[in-house]
């Protein structure tokens, strides 16, 4: 899997643990989903620039905890990377969100981290909440891939 990882602004405090539960996270929802050879773009940052795209690409004006930017979600034919990888598409996870989450739900930011890229992994690979039933199998997959990371709540 061709896994980009960045951070905007370029000087937030992003830890080699954060980079890795993030890579740990989207390399087993690859294996379990068969996307192992597909490419995804992560930006780490915080709730003033999650704030801005969710305000222009969603027209939600405030800032959220990760956003999923899918290229399969159009008509579009695939899209195809330089090294002939499948490209999923971006997320964007929100390091201010990561920390005030995970105090709120009493797990560490790391937990809540790996969390949120399973979750918007998850999004790129097709799965959404808009729906009851689609709430509820996106949660039985997020808890799936959770206990495969050996991550509990």
Partial sequence: MEIEIRREPEML???DADITAVRRAIETVGRLYGAEDAEVSV???DDAHIHELNRIYRAVDRPTDVLSFALTESEE????GAQGHDVLGDLVISLDHVAAQAEEYGHSPLRELSFL???GMLHLLGYDHMEEAE???MEEEQRH???ELGIAR
């Fill in 135 to 137: 709430r509820q199998e």
């Fill in 43 to 45: 930006t780490l940052t």
């Fill in 13 to 15: 405090a992003v830890s």
């Fill in 117 to 119: 890229t399973v979750h």
């Fill in 77 to 80: 034919p695939e899209i195809v």
């Fill in 145 to 147: 891939v959770m206990e």
